[in-house]
C-alpha cells in the first residue's frame, strides 16, 4: 500500500496532466490539504517535497506553493563509450596507453600546468561485424599511480577516471558534432579520408569544476544512434515508481 503522502503528490500530478490545475495556480494550503487527505501536516509536507523534487511545485515565502510548469523540454541522454560495441564480448581492442607531454589543447582543455603530463589512451570499438569508432581519451597524471592497461581496456571512461583520478567526477559534458574523417581516423575506422563522422568530445569535472579528463571518441555515421528522453519523464518515473 503506497503511503498517503505518495498519494497526495500523485494526484495533484494527475490533476496537472489532466489540467484541472494550471502551472501558475497556488495551491490548497497546507492546513487544507490536511483536511482534505485527513492528514498531518509533516505528511502534507512530504507530499509537497516530493512535488518540488519532481519539478512540479514552486514555493513562494509567505504566498504559498504555485504549480510549476513540468519541462519536457530538456533532455537526458545516456553515453557509454561501450554501449557503441552493443554488447559484443570482443568489442574493444586497446591500441595505445602511455604516459606522454600534452599537446596544448589537451593542456588547456585539462587546465594543466606547463610540466604536467597526461595519460593518453587509444582504444578501437567494433561492432560485431565492423570497426565502429576510435576512441582518444586524456587524463592528468599522478606520480605514482600505476598505468594498469587490462583494467583500462573495457571500462568507460568515468569508471576509468574515478580509478584513476585523485577526485571523483561528478559532472559530464558532452558536446556532439559532424566532422569529416583525417587521413589517421579514416585509417583506423577502414574509411575513406573526408568520410563523414559523429564525434562525440566527452569532459569530467570534478565538485570543484576541476577538469578530471577530456577526449574525443570518433564514430563512423553508419555505427551509432543517440537517443534522449525528456528529464522530466524520467523524473516522472522514479517519483511515481518509489
Known amino acids: 500500500m503506497q503511503p498517503l503522502y505518495y498519494r497526495i503528490a500523485e494526484d495533484v500530478i494527475n490533476q496537472i496532466k489532466g ?6 495556480d497556488l495551491l490548497p494550503s497546507e492546513s487544507q490539504l490536511c483536511a482534505e487527505y485527513s ?3 509533516m505528511t502534507v509536507r512530504q507530499g509537497l517535497a516530493l512535488l ?3 519539478g512540479y511545485l514552486r514555493s513562494v515565502p509567505g504566498k504559498g506553493n504555485f504549480v510549476e510548469y513540468p519541462r ?21 581492442k586497446l591500441l595505445e596507453a602511455t604516459i606522454m607531454d600534452p599537446d596544448p589543447q589537451v593542456r588547456d582543455e ?3 600546468p606547463k610540466k604536467a603530463k597526461v595519460i593518453m589512451m587509444k582504444r578501437l570499438l567494433y561492432s560485431e561485424t565492423q570497426v565502429a ?16 592497461e587490462k583494467e583500462i581496456q573495457y571500462i568507460p571512461f568515468a569508471k ?11 559532472k559530464n559534458e558532452v558536446t556532439i558534432y559532424a566532422a569529416a574523417a583525417d587521413q589517421e581516423v579514416a585509417s583506423k575506422l577502414e574509411i575513406s579520408p573526408g568520410s563523414p563522422l559523429l564525434v562525440i568530445e566527452q569532459k569530467l569535472l570534478s565538485a570543484e569544476q576541476k577538469p578530471m579528463g577530456w577526449g574525443k571518441t570518433f564514430c563512423r555515421s553508419d555505427c551509432l544512434q543517440l537517443h534522449a528522453v525528456s528529464a522530466q519523464y524520467i523524473q516522472d518515473q522514479k517519483l511515481l515508481n518509489l
Open 39 to 41: 492528514t498531518s501536516k
Open 160 to 170: 576509468m577516471v574515478a580509478k584513476h583520478g585523485e577526485l571523483f567526477s561528478v
Open 52 to 54: 518540488a523534487r519532481g
Open 19 to 24: 489540467g484541472q490545475i494550471k502551472p501558475g
Open 110 to 112: 585539462l587546465s594543466l
Open 133 to 148: 569508432a576510435l576512441d582518444i581519451k586524456f587524463m592528468p597524471y599522478i606520480k605514482g599511480k600505476p598505468l594498469i
Open 72 to 92: 519536457y523540454d530538456l533532455l537526458t541522454m545516456h553515453f557509454d563509450e561501450m554501449d557503441i560495441t552493443s554488447g559484443y564480448p570482443q568489442g574493444v
